[in-house]
């Protein structure tokens, strides 16, 4: 069994309400972001890949498009901008193309990530 995983960065900013994090936290700031996707499997014997990571690199480019200096609040189907949600909405949406084991999600700046597994069961 492989894995594989592949990366993108993306900046965006966030407010997050409701929080102990205190009044900053509530105030639009940004972050660097870099999500790593994880994708499981056998290679396949005619290609040698366990995912074509063209297919995967394609889809990935137009979830960082989706991210990438936005206003993370503005995007309806995260939720609360939370490195969970986020982790989450990635991994929806790369569904398609390698089937995502996992989705990590890392706040390097904060010292912080959020790792998704999908649905489990």
């Known amino acids: 069994m492989w894995e594989l995983t592949k990366a993108f960065r993306f900046e965006a900013a966030h407010a997050l309400r409701g929080t102990t994090l205190g009044a900053d936290s509530e ?3 940004g972050h660097s972001f870099r999500a790593e996707v994880t994708v499981r499997g056998t290679p396949d014997p005619a290609t040698g890949m366990v995912v074509d990571l063209g297919v995967l690199e394609q889809a990935m480019a137009e979830v960082r498009k989706t ?18 949600n986020l982790s989450r909405f990635i991994w929806e ?29």
Not at 67 to 76: P, S, W
Request: aromatic content about 4%; charged content about 25%.
């Open 27 to 29: 105030e639009i700031h």
């Open 67 to 84: 991210l990438d200096h936005k206003l993370l609040n503005k995007i309806e189907a995260l939720g609360p901008p939370t490195l969970e």
């Open 93 to 121: 949406r790369l569904q398609h193309a390698g089937k995502p084991t996992r989705v990590s999600v890392h706040r390097d700046s904060c010292n912080e990530s959020c790792t998704y597994y999908g649905p489990q069961g």
